[in-house]
């Protein structure tokens, strides 16, 4: 009998894509043609047929990127009955959380994300967690500390009855929590856990609401006189796992990195260079998973399949840097009126990435090998780098090696003083080691270089999905949201870390290359998409036209891609189970979110590129439950609006089409001649109608009141754009 083979712990498996990708070559082919047919008859038109020519080249541009990112879609099937059955000693994982802000960040979600990683099904003396706060509060500490005891009751609970869900505030709100037919033990102690978690949340919510039960004093004291861009390092052992033991609960962290205002914090690239080495010279594991404060464990099983990612490698090939699983998101409104749920996005773009070289590394819900993350190439076997780096991190990778356990508490100096802001000076940190710095989508940029070294990633979504955290609701926080991922993105793009580089030098794939231009272009895309979006308005005031006429064979041509181009995408959100109206609310939503956030984005890139003003990174706020009280509300998923400047370009497209559809209706030319033949077609009213229909919720924001109406400044300064745009477009048509 043969000695059997270790079995396999993973399966690469690729997706029968043949349709689509024969659909999506017509929309290409399509598209080409009509740019072939325009720019042949170019001489025979004014400005505006030009104008859709550069567009349209545009648009076919960035569908040969998707199309090419979306050519080999993949996914990978793990087997973690065969991970326990080969491995019998698992490798440990640090585990990361960042948290920036106790307002916008409430601690009752950082604690319950604390919570389901504490108690995750992994050996428990394996595990660290480390929590990072950048806001230096002494609420979130104190939240932490809290936590702790409780987990000492909700670790074993969960562990003992199999719960699946481990974030105690998702798991208590769930109807199916406790079905009749259990035993009374587990009844009894169900029962108990409730109310020790509803005392948790009631002490945070007390000590949020300024009834602090403690003073800055004790354990207190590092926060008494905090100001949070000004203070020394606090780290603080909450919970150590002396003993050792595989089923107790995990040690917990502390950190609040120093600030000083003279130093550049660099937002969480920063923090997670500082969790990298704190936890370095603590736990040193050779794994590291970091989630953002809202993203709890929803899967209790995810470190064993991605384990098997992350060990299963069988040549160098198949070595995998990180394995990335994808954002999902708890309580989604119903159909995803804010287009920010990203289901369609990770399925076809997402899976086809993970076919070329892995996926992007997406900031949170990432495994990440701690060698790769200081800098190591797939070859290499031991750091290169310069000297001051090899003083400085050689020391903590050497110590990977002696993995003899001590005690936390006698590494707290050396911890405090690789968390201090000055350590990073003159080293390789933030530029060739750990997350890299310069762009607010330091994640991308992260992922990037690494992929730029030869790496290769891997994806991993198991059913249940591994992580869940909380989208932005609402308008202003969606359009922050996307104002600093493509701000991030042009930024990386125009720097010397740019995908072209990379390719150039040899070791990012090019159609890996591709994908990520595909992303990073979403910046420059607001600069067509608007111009698009004013055509046939600017057409139907200056009775001009920029389609083809109908009777042109060249009409059947643009009528094709915008049938074809409907159709398919919405066969996409079907594919994906999704509905008819989830597929509009995204339709409309990318098209706002381009030629709004997206705007703007680029128009702050090129504003740091002059020098007059530097990026940030603006925190999402974050709910415990959007559904609530939303529910019920008619005016759940309504776009809503502050005085943001924002709102301005999304209102004025709205305005000038508004104008335009009423001079067609009433017949007004402003004075101008019908042209006859040269005049507006169907094609241009369609096309203006459509782009109102998209503005719909800003439409409606025109009549809404308080945060659901658009302020009246934004609507004074678009209602002047508006005027001045018709206004020019009069007196460019009468030279
Ligand atoms: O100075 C800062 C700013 C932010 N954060 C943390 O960064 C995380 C992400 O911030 P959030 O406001 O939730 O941003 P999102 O847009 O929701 O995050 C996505 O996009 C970011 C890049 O723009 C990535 O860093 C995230 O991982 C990814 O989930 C949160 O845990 C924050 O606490 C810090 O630790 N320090
Ligand atoms: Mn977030």
Redesign the pocket.
């Known amino acids: 009998m043969a000695i059997s083979a270790p079995l396999a712990l993973y399966e690469r498996v690729t997706r029968k894509n043949t349709i689509p990708r024969a659909v999506e070559l017509t929309i290409l082919f399509l598209l080409l043609s009509l740019v072939a047919y325009r720019l042949i008859s170019l001489q025979d038109h004014g400005f505006t047929w030009f104008l859709a020519f550069v567009c349209e080249s545009w648009f076919a541009f960035t569908w040969v990127l998707s199309v090419s990112t979306k050519w080999t879609q993949a996914d990978y099937k793990t087997y973690p009955e065969h991970l326990l059955q080969g491995k019998p000693e698992l490798p440990a994982v640090d585990m990361f959380v ?4 106790p307002v916008l ?1 409430p601690p009752i979600l950082t604690v319950n994300t604390v919570l389901s990683l504490l108690a995750v099904d992994y050996p428990a003396n394996k595990l660290a967690c480390y929590v ?1 706060d ?1 806001g230096g509060s002494p609420l979130t500490f104190y939240s932490l500390m809290e936590a702790s005891k409780f987990a000492k009751l909700w670790v074993p609970f969960c562990k003992k009855y199999c719960i699946e869900v481990r974030a105690p505030f998702r798991y208590f709100s769930g109807e199916s929590s406790l079905s009749r037919d259990v035993s009374l033990e587990f009844q009894q102690e169900w029962k108990k856990m409730k109310d020790e978690y509803e005392e948790l949340s009631r002490k945070i919510e007390d000590a949020t609401n300024g009834l602090m039960p403690f003073e800055l004093t004790g354990e207190f004291a590092d926060f008494s006189s905090i100001q949070r861009t000004n203070h020394a390092t606090i780290i603080k052992v909450i919970w150590e796992n002396k003993e050792g033991v595989a089923n107790e609960v995990p040690h917990l962290i502390y950190i609040s990195r120093e600030k000083r205002p003279k130093y550049p ?1 660099h ?2 690239a920063g ?1 997670m260079n500082v969790l990298t080495r704190v936890s370095g010279v603590m736990s040193n594991a050779p794994f590291m998973l970091n989630v ?3 993203m709890y464990i929803n899967n209790p099983k995810i470190f064993l399949h991605a384990m098997c990612l992350l060990l299963g490698a069988k040549n160098k090939d198949t070595d995998f840097a990180y394995v990335q699983s994808p ?1 999902c998101f708890y309580d989604g409104l119903k159909d995803d009126p804010f287009g920010n749920q990203l289901v369609v996005l990770f399925e076809y773009l997402g899976r086809g990435i993970v076919g070329i070289q892995g996926p992007f590394y ?3 819900g990432c495994f990440h090998k701690r060698k790769v993350i200081y800098g190591l190439s797939p070859n290499d076997e031991e750091i290169k780098g310069s000297m001051e780096f090899t003083k400085s991190a050689g020391q903590i990778l050497s110590s990977m090696k002696t993995s003899s356990p001590h005690e936390l508490s006698s590494s707290l100096e050396a911890a405090k003083q690789v968390a201090g802001c000055s350590y990073e000076y003159g080293t390789l940190w933030g530029r060739e080691v750990g997350w890299i710095y310069g762009s ?4 991308v940029l992260t992922g990037l270089t690494i992929h730029g070294r030869g790496w290769k990633s891997a994806y991993c979504s198991p059913n249940p999905p591994a992580f869940l ?1 909380c989208a ?1 609701s609402g308008g202003p926080a969606i359009m922050t ?1 996307q104002k ?2 493509t701000t ?1 993105l042009l930024e990386i793009l125009f720097s010397r870390r740019s995908p072209f580089f990379l390719a150039l030098q040899g070791k990012l794939q090019f159609r890996q290359c591709l994908a990520y231009l595909w992303l990073m272009l979403w910046g420059l895309r607001s600069i067509p998409e608007l111009c698009y979006a004013i055509l046939p308005a600017y057409c139907i005031v200056t009775s001009s036209h920029f389609l083809p006429k109908v009777g042109e064979a060249a009409f059947f041509i643009a009528a094709a891609i915008f049938i074809t181009y409907n159709l398919y995408t919405l066969s996409e959100y079907l594919r994906a189970g999704l509905s008819v109206r989830a597929w509009w609310n995204n339709q409309r939503m990318w098209r706002i979110n381009a030629t709004t956030a997206w705007l703007i984005g680029t128009f702050s890139v090129v504003l740091k590129m002059l020098g007059i003003s530097d990026t940030v ?1 603006e ?2 706020p ?1 709910e415990q439950s959007t559904n609530e009280d939303d529910d019920h509300n008619a005016n759940a998923g309504r776009l809503t609006f502050d005085r943001s400047p924002i709102f301005i370009s999304g209102t004025t497209i709205l305005l000038v089409n508004l104008t335009a559809l009423a001079v067609r209706l009433l017949g007004v030319g402003f004075g101008l001649v019908a042209r006859g033949e040269d005049g507006p077609g169907i094609g241009e009213v369609i096309c203006s109608v459509w782009v109102v229909l998209l503005y719909w919720a800003f439409f409606r924001g025109l009549f809404g009141k308080g945060k659901y109406g658009i302020p009246s400044s934004t609507l004074y300064k678009a209602g002047a754009l508006a005027a001045l745009f018709v206004h020019f477009s009069r007196w460019t048509s009468m030279i």
Do not use: L, N
């Open positions: 960042t948290t920036a802000d960040e990072s950048d914090h937002f969480k923090a953002d404060c809202d954002q997406a900031g949170t607010t989508t330091e994640d955290g932005p949201q600093r991922w991030g990174f925190v999402t974050k």
